[in-house]
């Protein structure tokens, strides 16, 4: 019997032993590794002489083009979350009526969310250019990715269009788990639509109000695909597209300075998080009550 | 039949015409909205049939119609070995995961032994470790172990993910055990259960991770960037390549356009193919979060 536990216990350990290396490996030790070489001047060659300290950090706080990235990534979160939320949810609750051709609308307005964030860009360029199809429609000739006043709310309105269907997907579920007795009061109660949806439904949604908003938040924070497609690499015109990854990016692959992007990615990590647990601490724990 | 209409004309109460009116209203939305998520990618299928010259009117009839950008893009571009690298890289890392997944999950949740549930939190662990700040580790140690610039590195990172294991880890947990004590009565080792009994009842969990995770490996930009995306060309993926396209080559808008739908196409045939599955991994995911 116990000689059956053992090799139980050898044929558990067998099984999880490849994905536990590449875990501690890759996800585990890296975290610790990370901030190890935040404190030393690392190049390409590795780890260079003198000692540890916080010189990178305070190389990356005074950097203006540090704030600038941090100013857009800001900007472009506080920009893109509420649009799609609100598009999203507008999305969900067309879709949850009874309509016909409902599947094929879902899938319509879903789709951008899986395709490549690459390929989706690349015909943002071409439809936002100068001479492209939606200067031509409002009648403008604004180079919109290349216009350091546009760059990042086209941006915002790339992906809050490109997002919506995952933002409508969650509201979906959401909608369809409310009981639907609580409508029926309210119908007897002889509440208009607009007050129904304003009273009953959007604050049930609470849950799923903080979870796209942790998420795509998170996300959004996170944002570097559709900047270095439109600017190509470069973050321009004038910084407008540098985002924090960016300056992580361009730090380690451009300066070689890998302790200064060290640095950087452990400061963005900080923010993400501290972003996190207020949104916690503040709707999330509403929704817990 | 006309009779029978006019008849019930009177009887209509008011409610149901304003709610005729609702519909159409509703319609009208939603096809608007329509219009908006497909018009670009027709737009874009569109000129991937124009001349260059031709893809600057805001025509949708390619006049004339040419292949000439369908041609190009598979000899001068060099798009077929992107495509045979991208499929290879979704190929090697999809069947990597399900099996390390599968097996990670499978003693996850049946066998015993000690330390699972602190290790089973370790995996857990991963998932919140963010790449922009793995990023730097990672790569520096990919480099002195001379995995970077060629396939071996991201491959050897992503060999299986904590999501997909845990994914499979709550799938088993749903089997009944039965299945496992009938073949442990006709004498069949962990192995031979996992493999013969196992797997093949997990067939609707296996499904969903291979569409997700060749998704996810087909449009990943930012570690192929990183990894191999800044030397040979040869190692490019579909998605590095067209990233290329738009930084070298802006005006040709007609190879642009198909880059694109090279890059989207194979995910969009999966998308129709599964579509519930990819529905049902969102919305898991929501759960989950």
Redesign the interface.
């Known amino acids: 019997m116990l000689g059956a ?1 053992i090799r ?6 067998g ?2 032993s ?3 290396a ?10 610790g ?2 901030f190890y ?1 935040s404190f030393f001047h ?1 190049g ?1 060659l ?1 780890k260079q002489a003198g000692g540890g300290g916080m010189f990178n950090y305070a190389k990356v706080i005074h950097d203006p083009i540090f704030h600038t990235a941090l100013k857009n990534v800001l900007e472009y979160t506080v920009g893109v979350v509420p649009l799609t939320m609100a598009l999203g949810l507008a ?1 969900a609750l ?1 879709i949850n ?1 009874k ?1 016909r051709g409902r ?1 094929f ?8 969310s ?7 860009t ?6 936002f250019n100068a ?1 492209g ?1 939606l200067n ?1 429609i409002i009648g403008s000739r604004t180079p919109w990715f290349q216009n350091a006043s546009t760059a990042t709310w086209a941006i915002v309105g790339l992906n809050s ?1 490109t997002s919506a269907g ?1 933002a409508m ?2 509201y979906l ?1 959401a909608l369809q788990s409310i009981p639907t007795d609580v409508y029926e009061a309210a119908a007897v109660d002889n509440t208009g639509a607009w007050r129904t949806f304003w009273r009953i439904t959007f604050p049930l949604l609470r849950p ?1 109000h903080f ?1 796209i908003l ?2 795509f938040g998170i996300g959004a924070l ?1 944002i ?2 559709q900047q ?2 439109v600017s ?2 470069q973050g321009g015109p004038n910084y407008s597209t540098y985002t ?2 960016l300056y ?2 361009r730090e ?2 451009t300066q070689f300075d ?1 302790g200064v ?2 640095a950087a ?2 400061i ?2 900080l923010v ?1 998080f501290a972003f996190t647990v207020v949104q916690w601490l503040t709707i999330g724990r509403q929704e817990a009550a | 039949m006309t009779f029978q209409t006019v008849a019930a004309e009177p009887f209509v109460p008011r409610r149901a015409r304003s709610d005729v009116a609702r519909r159409v209203f509703l319609y009208a939305v939603i096809l608007a909205v329509a219009a908006v998520f497909l018009i670009p990618f027709v737009w874009t299928l569109a000129t991937s049939f124009k001349t260059i010259p031709d893809s600057a009117n805001i025509t949708l009839i390619p006049h004339p119609w040419t292949t000439s950008a369908w041609r190009t893009i598979w000899t001068q571009y060099d798009f077929k070995t992107y495509i045979e690298n991208s499929v290879f890289l979704a190929v090697v890392i999809t069947v990597c995961n399900i099996f390390l997944a599968g097996l990670g999950g499978y003693a996850f949740a049946r066998l015993r032994f000690p330390g699972r549930n602190l290790l089973f939190f370790l995996v857990l662990g991963t998932l919140m470790m963010p790449d922009q700040l793995r990023l730097i580790p990672v790569f520096v140690m990919l480099t002195n172990w001379h995995l970077i610039g060629n396939f071996s590195g991201y491959i050897l990172i992503n060999l299986v993910t904590a999501t997909n294991l845990f994914f499979m880890r709550q799938y088993f947990l749903t089997i009944p055990k039965d299945f496992e004590e009938a073949a442990k009565l006709d004498g069949a080792g962990y192995l031979k259960t996992f493999w013969r009994v196992m797997l093949p009842l997990a067939l609707p969990a296996i499904s969903a991770l291979v569409i997700l995770q060749f998704q996810g490996t087909w449009n990943d930009f930012f570690w192929p960037l990183i990894l191999f995306g800044q030397g040979n060309a040869a190692h490019y993926t579909v998605q590095l390549g067209l990233a290329e396209l738009d930084f070298q080559y802006t005006v040709l808008w007609p190879q642009i356009c198909v880059g694109s739908i090279v890059a989207i196409l194979p995910i969009l045939a999966i998308f129709l193919a599964f579509q519930r599955y990819f529905v049902s991994g969102v919305v898991s995911a929501g759960v989950k979060g």
């Open positions: 536990r139980e216990a050898a044929w558990g350990y099984f999880v490849v994905p536990l590449v875990f501690g490996l890759f996800f585990l030790y890296p975290f590794y990370a070489i690392w390409i590795g999305l067309v009526q309509i599947e609308f879902r899938s319509a307005f879903y789709f951008p899986i395709a490549s964030s690459v390929a989706i690349t015909i943002a360029l071409y439809i001479n199809l031509h269009w995952t997907l969650f579920a799923a979870f942790v998420v996170k570097f695909d270095f497609i190509a690499g924090a990854v992580i990016y380690a692959f890998f992007a060290a990615g452990v963005l990590f993400i």
